[in-house]
């Protein structure tokens, strides 16, 4: 008998042919994914909301704040209590903290649900000196112990969906991740984001994915987990989605200059074709976007100043434009700005930019932490 009640039998055969594509919702709390998401990651002195518009508007899914020391926001430092500013187009937006001390990390977490964002990420992954040794970010990974009650104080102490991002262990002898995923799920992480390398390892050689998929593998995970590291290419990315089976990935440093990348892989993940590259007029129109929320959430003379190092990264690949790069620089005020990109627009309107690898810069080296 045909399983579609009322059916033909010519139509129940012609059905039965069609293979319609299953779509796997990503859920972390009350937030849903109805597609592969991308996620920007936080990092520190990159990730703030200027940045984070323009990622945005090119399809980053899912971002994060810069990450906030959880001292910083007890003491009502300024500079920890600005990171705390979200904005409603930026959903779903989660907020980051570190910290190596359960009190504080629950005091800071009660703070940070005033804000209402919608999840709070505990960092477990930096490997700054300043804070790694000092028993946060990545510090904590000498000692899991520590890093499951951190992480079950906060979950006590919020409302919120907590989530985590973290690396694969301290050193090569402590590649502990798949002991550490089962540990916070048990207290009750909605997510996990495993970065590649060890502590030890900072970004130097070649991310390992297989450790992140057996984590994703693993039957006792029901969380979403999501990879990092080195990914800097729409091929790469269906590669490791398709390879590790991860839940989402998250990028980091192949945004940094060039927040296409999240448009390029959504793209490639759906036709299999790469998306046209930015245009001189789509490059030009992110550079003064990010300029004028830069002047906006800073004030002038701090986010004209700050917006510096962005141009080169912008503009990279345009031959003959240090001139103009130099003049950037050095201007302060947002008309004067404008109108050298103006000129940048008309000298290289209908140039084509050659597509080359994305640099994958090691943005911690000047790290104010």
Known sequence: MCKFAGTKIEECGQMSKVKRPRRIMVKIGNITFNEFPLLLAPMEDVSDPPFRAVCKDNGADLMYTEFISSEGLI???????????????ERPVGIQIFGGDEESLSLAAKIVEVTNPDLLDINFGCPVKKVALRGAGAGVLKDIDLMVR???????STNLPVTVKTRLGWDDNTRNIEEVAERLQDVGIKALAIHGRTRTQMYKGEADWSLIGKVKNNPRIHIPIFGNGDIDSPEKAVEYKNRYGVDG???????????WIFREIHHFMKTGQHHTP??????????????????????????????????????????????????L?????????????????????????????????NYHEKCPV
């Open 75 to 89: 003491r009502d430092a300024i500079k920890s209590r600005r990171k705390l500013d979200i904005f409603d187009y």
């Open 150 to 156: 951190l992480t079950d104080a906060v979950v006590k």
């Open 249 to 259: 990935i998250m990028i980091g440093r192949a945004a940094i200059g060039y927040p």
């Open 278 to 327: 930015p245009t001189i007029t789509e490059r030009i129109s992110v550079v003064r976007k990010h300029l004028k929320k830069s002047v906006e959430w800073k004030n002038p003379v701090v986010g004209i100043n700050e917006m510096r190092r962005h141009y080169a990264n912008y503009l990279k690949g345009l031959p003959n434009i240090k001139e103009y790069r130099n003049r």
């Open 329 to 361: 620089v050095t201007l302060k005020t947002e008309e004067e700005i404008n109108a050298v990109l103006d000129e940048i627009a008309v000298k290289y309107e209908g140039y084509e930019i050659e597509k080359t690898p994305i640099e994958l810069i």
